[in-house]
């Protein structure tokens, strides 16, 4: 069992801190629970949230056996408690995943985790972000971020993205969106998703393009084209481009490879069928390119991701 240790930082954003245990604790893996979430706080007892309190029973001690750390939002800057700065360097020295949510990234900042590095946080504290920690590669406009063993979230459902994708690292896609369907989450956000939709969608439909997603998914292993996908939205190509970047951060052929990779993923982990079959099923055509994204996605070639994520 994988063990997590969720750190509250005074005052705590509710939200944010009810993530993980919801998420992951929903993990089942072969009848077994895949993690033990445990919530800790520099000093247990009452945890301020906002306009209410939450009782935390553990104390820092939590983090001493916990694989990974997750610190999660909180409004606390300048006054974030030394024990907790102290813990998390110690915990990154020692080899833990370390994980933010929202605005928990300005506690890993301060710790200097993300000196350095990629990170992001909310979009609308990425100002005040920068200006305290002009050494960390910001990136304001995604879900989240992994460099390393440290990972950071955007605000609030990203903090569901960043769980999910914990999840596939640690036990497969098939899990994963196991998980998505039972908190009712999109299954499948890459990081590189922007945070929000920059632009609104256009005036002359006012509709997303959801259902031509949806389309494209349940034809993976077909060479769909952009004018395929502009044909079902009914729209032109050049608005598919735009409209898909605006709603999902990448370009149609972009979400198509990133989707055939995880059905790809699927299929080696929940079934037999051979490498060059998996290959056709996804839509890659070929398993040199099922070997070259799947390797560029997960560092493993089909076979050893295979062995290792099979859930048969």
């Not at 000093?43 to 001493?64: F, I, K």
């Not at 051979?274 to 390797?295: E, N, P």
Request: proline share 5%.
């Amino acid at each position: 069992m994988h063990r997590v240790a969720v750190v509250a930082v005074p005052p705590a954003t509710t939200f944010d801190l009810s993530i993980p245990e919801l998420v992951l604790g929903e993990t089942s893996i072969d009848g077994r629970p895949g993690y033990r979430v445990r919530v800790c706080t520099a000093r247990p007892g009452p945890v301020v949230t906002g306009s209410m309190q939450v009782t935390v029973l553990h104390g820092l001690e939590a983090v001493d056996d916990a694989d990974t750390v997750i610190v999660t939002g909180t409004g606390a800057r300048d006054d974030i408690d030394p024990r907790v700065l102290a813990m998390l360097r110690h915990a990154s020295a020692a080899g833990k995943r370390i994980a933010s949510i929202c605005t928990g990234a300005f506690v890993l900042a301060r710790a200097g985790l993300l000196d350095g590095r990629s990170a992001t946080t909310y979009w609308a504290k990425s100002e005040e972000f920068s200006a305290r920690f002009p050494a960390v590669r910001l990136r304001p406009d995604v879900l989240y971020v992994e460099d390393g063993n440290v990972l950071t979230s955007a605000g609030l459902s990203a903090g569901i993205d960043l769980c999910l994708h914990l999840i596939r690292s640690d036990y497969g896609a098939a899990a994963a969106n196991a998980v998505a369907r039972l908190v009712v989450a999109a299954p499948v956000r890459p990081g590189g998703q922007a945070q929000f939709i920059a632009t609104p969608l256009p005036p002359e439909t006012g509709i997303s393009l959801a259902a031509t997603r949806a389309w494209a998914l349940d034809r993976l292993d077909e060479p769909l084209t952009r004018a395929d996908l502009a044909a079902h939205a009914r729209t032109s190509v050049r608005t598919l481009a735009r409209r898909f970047h605006d709603e999902t951060g990448l370009s149609p052929l972009q979400w198509l490879l990133h989707q055939r990779v995880i059905r790809a993923q699927e299929l080696l982990e929940t079934t037999d069928l051979s490498m060059d079959q998996v290959a056709r099923l996804s839509g890659l055509a070929t398993t040199d390119s099922l070997r070259r994204h799947l390797a560029r996605r997960t560092g493993l070639a089909p076979s050893a991701y295979r062995a290792a994520f099979t859930q048969r």
